[in-house]
Nanobody, 111 residues
Framework: EVQLVESGGGLVQPGGSLRLSCAAS????????MKWVRQAPGKGLEWVSS???????SYADSVKGRFTISRDNAKNTLYLQMNTLKPEDTAVYYC?????RGQGTQVTVSS
């Protein structure tokens, strides 16, 4: 059974940082392309960033230069380092493989 469990969300002031983690199990994580997506209140899912099995990364324009995706295959864990956070980054953040996504972790950016 595929399991993706996100953690690390919370309330942060504008300009602050958070690091999200996603613990993966039930599939061959080291061979899987992984991504982060988010859903802001009242909006649809938005792709944030991806990383493939060879560590190639890509980012949405809205987060480029501020967010960094990474993975630790030894720990079956995906990360998203988020710096210089803005109120418009407020959303539920999900990690996902090609077929499943986790339950999400809430990120709220507010003063």
């Amino acid at each position: 059974e595929v399991q993706l469990v996100e953690s690390g969300g919370g309330l942060v002031q504008p300009g602050g940082s958070l690091r999200l983690s996603c613990a993966a199990s039930g599939f061959a994580f080291r061979f899987a392309a992984m991504k982060w997506v988010r859903q802001a209140p009242g909006k649809g899912l938005e792709w944030v960033s991806s990383i493939d099995s060879r560590y190639a990364t890509s980012y949405a324009d809205s987060v480029k230069g501020r967010f960094t995706i990474s993975r630790d295959n030894a720990k079956n864990t995906l990360y998203l380092q988020m710096n210089t956070l803005k109120p418009e980054d407020t959303a539920v953040y999900y990690c996902a493989n090609d077929q499943e996504r986790g339950q999400g972790t809430q990120v709220t950016v507010s003063s």
